[in-house]
């Protein structure tokens, strides 16, 4: 865990872009640490322009130091162990104890400086995706500057030439190191306090993965068939649910820097898509949704007025997306009846289970798994299995929540006659026309 007050301070230009020695080491700001896997508050902005922090769905906001009119923050791209819900953890690589690495703030017209340290066991670089500067800041090993061996220290300097929504991810053996989780937001904020302003406002980044059940480490060379398919690698029930006070107006801001798209669907409510990595959409050119497809390597902001309370499902619409650690060669034995093979498994092994006759609602069966394993399916509300996993949590809105309260507020309290409910079957089957036969007369 960080402390901000320790953080902030003063100290000396570093005006190079490699970092070496005891003199240019003893200038670089303090790389703060983290080791909560849950929401932490919103860091509000203690100098400079005011504007409502970010809150990151599972994490937290990078601090920085004012260094004259500088603000400097320390990424440390290292090893880290990432827990996905409880009951599975991963071998992973981040910055400052997680993947994904903290949210970087700042404020349009920003001067900053980003002090990156390498203690993976290859060399990197950070790309700065989306986002206006130098050629040599830009992150692209060999291209644009040289790769940041282990153990090195460099920086990167440049102006926050527009406000937005931007990500950052290495340009370096990319395809192992961003399949084994290194990536992060940085959120630009207007320096016009009016400028669209919100209530609350919300970010995440999406990644997948392959990790065989019983392992911890993923499959680096996977490209299409994951089964770990994560919000700021979370899993459900693991995702933090996104609190939210009646009548506010929320913002939420989506990377996607997984291997496919995903149409991410609120329900209870329409927004509008305000804003991408490229910039901000003109309101003229707005227009409402419920989903909304988040492509690779883009960004997708949304504003929505939290005008409908209750608990209501946020998740991505793909429905294999929204389970755990699923194997795509299931056969399909719908309809089929297994009671023989059932009876011969129990012999072999008295703890299997043939499933599938009647689909594959697991909310109420306990199934033996390896080690380090989720179930597929799972999790619990008010009413029984809510049977969901992977990139699924709950907009939570309340009318009784504090401005900077972003704690779980439990299930939702339903006022009564609100909730579907059993009705009893009718006595007889309804008339139903055979086929062939002459079309029913209705009587006038």
Same mark, same amino acid.
């Given at each position: 865990?960080?402390s901000?007050?320790?953080?902030?301070?003063?100290?000396?230009l570093?005006?190079?872009?490699?970092?070496?020695?005891r003199?240019q080491?003893?200038?670089?700001?303090?790389?703060?640490?983290?080791?909560?896997?849950?929401?932490?508050?919103?860091?509000?902005?203690?100098? @400079? #322009?005011d504007?409502?922090? &970010?809150?990151?769905?599972?994490?937290?906001?990078l601090?920085?130091?004012?260094n004259g009119?500088?603000? /400097?923050?320390?990424?440390?791209?290292? #090893?880290?162990?990432?827990?996905?819900? /409880?009951?599975?953890?991963?071998?992973?690589? @981040?910055?400052?104890?997680?993947?994904?690495?903290?949210?970087?703030?700042? &404020?349009?017209?920003?001067?900053?400086?980003i002090?990156?340290?390498?203690r993976l066991?290859?060399?990197?670089?950070?790309?700065?995706?989306?986002?206006?500067?130098?050629?040599?800041?830009?992150?692209?090993?060999?291209?644009?500057?040289?790769?940041?061996?282990?153990?090195k220290?460099?920086?990167y300097e440049?102006e !926050?030439r527009?406000?937005?929504?931007?990500?950052?991810?290495?340009?370096?053996?990319?395809?192992?190191? %961003?399949?084994?989780?290194? %990536?992060?937001m &940085?959120?630009v904020? #207007?320096?016009?306090?009016n400028f669209?302003?919100?209530?609350?406002?919300?970010?995440?980044?999406?990644?997948?993965?392959?990790?065989d059940?019983?392992?911890?480490l993923?499959h680096?060379?996977?490209?299409?068939?994951?089964?770990?398919?994560?919000?700021?690698?979370?899993?459900?029930?693991?995702?933090?649910?996104?609190?939210?006070?009646?009548?506010?107006?929320?913002?939420v801001?989506?990377?996607n820097?997984?291997?496919?798209?995903?149409?991410?669907?609120?329900?209870?409510?329409?927004?509008?898509?305000?804003?991408?990595?490229g910039?901000?959409?003109?309101e003229s050119?707005?227009?409402?949704?419920?989903?909304?497809?988040? #492509?690779?390597g883009?960004v997708?902001?949304?504003?929505?007025?939290?005008?409908?309370?209750?608990?209501?499902a946020?998740?991505?619409?793909?429905?294999?997306?929204?389970?755990?650690a699923m194997?795509?060669?299931?056969r399909?034995?719908?309809?089929?009846?297994?009671?023989?093979?059932?009876?011969?498994?129990?012999?072999?092994?008295?703890?299997? !289970?043939?499933?599938?006759?009647?689909? %594959?609602?697991?909310?109420?069966?306990? !199934?033996?798994?390896?080690?380090?394993?989720?179930? !597929?399916?799972?999790?619990?509300?008010?009413?029984g299995?809510? /049977?969901?996993g992977?990139?699924?949590?709950?907009?939570k809105i309340r009318?009784d929540?504090?401005?900077?309260?972003?704690?779980?507020?439990?299930?939702y309290?339903?006022p009564?006659?609100?909730?579907?409910? /059993?009705?009893?079957?009718?006595?007889?089957?309804?008339?139903?026309?055979?086929?062939?036969?002459?079309?029913?007369?209705?009587?006038?």
């Open positions: 865990m960080f901000r007050r320790g953080f902030l301070g003063t100290a000396a570093v005006g190079a872009s490699a970092v070496q020695g003199v080491a003893a200038s670089i700001p303090e790389a703060p640490h983290m080791d909560k896997v849950v929401m932490q508050p919103p860091l509000h902005p203690v100098s @400079g #322009p504007y409502r922090p &970010v809150v990151t769905l599972n994490g937290w906001s601090p920085f130091r004012m009119d500088w603000k /400097e923050f320390h990424l440390v791209a290292e #090893p880290v162990v990432r827990e996905f819900a /409880e009951g599975m953890k991963v071998n992973l690589w @981040g910055y400052n104890g997680q993947s994904p690495g903290p949210t970087i703030e700042a &404020v349009e017209g920003d001067k900053v400086r002090f990156v340290t390498n066991p290859e060399y990197t670089t950070v790309h700065w995706h989306g986002m206006i500067i130098p050629s040599g800041m830009d992150g692209v090993g060999g291209l644009t500057q040289p790769h940041i061996q282990p153990g220290t460099f920086v440049f !926050m527009k406000s937005g929504t931007f990500m950052y991810h290495p340009h370096s053996d990319e395809m192992v190191q %961003m399949a084994m989780g290194m %990536m992060g &940085v959120v904020h #207007p320096r016009d306090q669209r302003p919100v209530d609350r406002d919300f970010v995440f980044v999406m990644s997948t993965y392959r990790v059940p019983g392992t911890y993923p680096v060379n996977e490209m299409t068939d994951f089964n770990m398919w994560t919000w700021n690698a979370r899993v459900f029930p693991g995702i933090d649910p996104l609190a939210v006070r009646l009548g506010d107006k929320v913002r801001r989506i990377g820097l997984s291997m496919t798209n995903h149409p991410i669907h609120l329900h209870g409510h329409s927004f509008a898509v305000t804003c991408t990595d910039g901000w959409i003109p050119a707005q227009y409402p949704e419920t989903t909304t497809d988040v #492509p690779v883009a997708r902001v949304f504003d929505v007025l939290a005008d409908n309370p209750g608990d209501w946020f998740h991505c619409h793909k429905s294999h997306h929204t389970m755990n194997g795509h060669d299931v399909n034995l719908i309809g089929v009846s297994r009671k023989d093979l059932a009876k011969a498994v129990g012999k072999l092994a008295p703890d299997g !289970m043939a499933m599938g006759s009647t689909g %594959m609602a697991m909310g109420n069966m306990e !199934m033996p798994a390896p080690d380090n394993t989720l179930p !597929m399916m799972t999790g619990t509300g008010q009413f299995p809510i /049977e969901m992977g990139m699924f949590t709950v907009m009318e929540l504090a401005r900077d309260d972003y704690r779980d507020p439990g299930p309290q339903f009564k006659g609100t909730v579907a409910y /059993e009705v009893a079957a009718p006595a007889a089957e309804p008339a139903r026309q055979q086929r062939g036969s002459p079309p029913m007369k209705h009587k006038m």
